[in-house]
């Protein structure tokens, strides 16, 4: 990963955190991530209608790539809304961010995406993901099964299957969006950006529409509330920032490695202005955490 890239994903950090904290503190249904989303493709619309990216000339495997991308995405935003509506964002957010590091990481070599990790960063990614299976327990004593088998837990993991998707499928949209036009553009990327959000709302549309109480939480929502699309704004940024680094590295799961810097954050965010409980394992959760992410940046 080159310092570039790095300082992306630095920055990236902060707004992901922030877009997080803001829709927990709304107790978010889809419907929150929808408007979300929408606010977010308006952000990106610019872009795409100022391109020369020839979307109907890129060949069907883009296509699929990034039909993937948006069901992920889709499943990613289902899980993290009902996970944060039942639990804290100082358990939910480190769990949903940190499960995929090992699951982007073992599909990567399955199929030989990319540059194999080295040992130390193999070593990181699975220090990094033990730190957060800790941080359900209230005390190291609870290590059962049990405690494992809850609602919150299968949202968490919906949440963290959905980011190890879209972060390997539009790593693998991209790539060829550049091999087909033969260039590295930002412009590209901000019109993939924007074809993934618009993409995200229809997704969304169709739960809202069927789910009756994700309706009235939109009437509840849409034209009442400016957090939908502060977290918008956020998330978008977040992401675009994230795309623009994967042109500068040679394995994508380092990006989905260093992103994990949130992690600390937001669950201070929770502990310290939420109030949320900090059990002592959650604090050696973090603590595996940050050992974890030095582990991956030496390898």
């Not at 220090?127 to 609870?142: H, S």
């Not at 972060?167 to 091999?179: C, G, W």
């Not at 042109?247 to 939420?274: C, D, E, K």
């Amino acid at each position: 990963m080159t310092f570039f890239a790095f300082v992306l994903v630095f920055a990236s950090v902060f707004l992901h955190v922030a877009w997080n904290f803001i829709s927990k503190r709304s107790k978010p249904f889809l419907a929150f991530y929808m408007l979300m989303s929408g606010t977010a493709a308006l952000i990106w619309l610019p872009f795409f209608l100022t391109s020369d990216l020839r979307i109907a000339e890129l060949p069907p495997y883009f296509f699929v790539f990034f039909l993937g991308s948006v069901a992920a995405e889709v499943l990613y935003v289902a899980g993290l809304a009902y996970a944060y509506r039942k639990s804290d964002i100082s358990l939910v957010y480190p769990l949903v961010r940190a499960i995929p590091v090992l699951l982007v990481a073992a599909v990567t070599i399955l199929f030989g995406l990319g540059k194999t990790p080295g040992p130390a960063a193999l070593l990181g990614m699975v220090v990094i993901t033990a730190g957060c299976i800790l941080m359900p327990l209230k005390a190291f004593g609870d290590f059962r099964l049990s405690n494992y088998r809850s609602k919150v837990i299968v949202f968490i993991l919906l949440g963290a299957i959905g980011t190890t998707g879209y972060t390997i499928l539009d790593s693998e949209a991209l790539a060829v969006i550049r091999q087909t036009v033969q260039r590295s553009s930002v412009f590209d990327l901000l019109t993939y950006l924007f074809m993934i959000e618009s993409g995200l709302t229809v997704g969304q549309l169709f739960f809202v529409v069927s789910i009756r109480e994700e309706r009235e939480a939109f009437q509840g929502l849409f034209l009442r509330s400016f957090q939908p699309m502060l977290a918008g704004v956020c998330s978008s940024c977040a992401y675009g920032l994230i795309l623009l680094a994967m042109a500068y590295v040679t394995n994508v799961s380092y990006i989905q490695a260093f992103r994990q810097m949130s992690l600390p954050i937001g669950f201070l965010a929770g502990v310290l202005i939420l109030k949320e409980p900090h059990s002592a394992p959650k604090i050696t959760g973090i603590i595996l955490i940050v050992a974890g992410l030095l582990l991956v940046s030496l390898g």
